[in-house]
Antibody
């Protein structure tokens, strides 16, 4: 079955940077768009970013635009999220999710990785 | 404040039918597909309904989705204790050029 495993979360000070990774397996990674979705403690889901199959098309939530960068390495079956200028409100569990024909379609999700931004 | 509006909570007894609403606008639900995700306690979300009313394989037909204008609904019939979860709606928003979610609805099976 499709597997998505996030890593790279942890405790970071405000203003700091971190890169999240998502290792994909048991499907043809290079054939699917991908998303990052986050969930702050006790809150609902918030879409963060989308990347197309080739990586040439990306979209970002306004809340992270200019600070976060999504990328992928199809040769390594990996998805990344580079996060800079981190803020307290970025504290959340970050999920990578496999996309499909429509932007809001996420058919498989990883277990998530927790990012805590705090001094 | 979420772009899509859901009731924060819903409840029902086993065997009942419950519906969860999701209200949006012309730039999201009014012009794009709606998706529903189920999130059991302590777990990652799971795709429940896609393209307004389609069920992925493995999702029981007790779950159904519908859309009318700028609103959508998720209906669960024959409610079971294992349906107790948070339910989230989502859609693409043309104005924001991004995906928007509802705030989530916590379903309690009494």
């Amino acid at each position: 079955e499709v597997q998505l495993v996030e890593s790279g979360g942890g405790l970071v000070q405000p203003g700091g940077s971190l890169r999240l990774s998502c290792a994909a397996s048991k499907f043809t990674f290079s054939s699917y768009s991908m998303n990052w979705v986050r969930q702050a403690p006790g809150k609902g889901l918030e879409w963060v970013s989308y990347i197309s199959v080739s990586g040439r098309t990306t979209h970002y939530a306004d809340s992270v635009k200019g600070r976060f960068t999504i990328s992928r390495d199809n040769a390594k079956n990996s998805l990344y999220l580079q996060m800079n200028s981190l803020r307290d409100e970025d504290t959340a569990v970050y999920y990578c999710a496999r996309g499909g024909g429509s932007f809001a379609y996420c058919d498989y999700w990883g277990q998530g990785t927790l990012l805590t931004v705090s001094s | 404040q979420s772009v899509l509006t859901q009731p924060p909570s819903a409840s029902g007894t086993p065997g009942q039918r419950v519906t969860i609403s999701c209200s949006g606008s012309s730039s999201n639900i009014g012009s794009n597909y709606v998706y529903w995700y189920q999130q059991l306690p302590g777990t990652a979300p799971k795709l429940l309904i896609y393209k307004n009313d389609q069920r992925p394989s493995g999702v029981p037909d007790r779950f159904s989705g519908s859309k009318s204008g700028t609103s959508a609904s998720l209906a669960i019939s024959g409610l079971r204790s294992e349906d107790e979860a948070n339910y989230h709606c989502a859609a693409w928003d043309d104005s924001l050029s991004g995906v928007v979610f509802g705030g989530g609805t916590k379903l309690t099976v009494l």
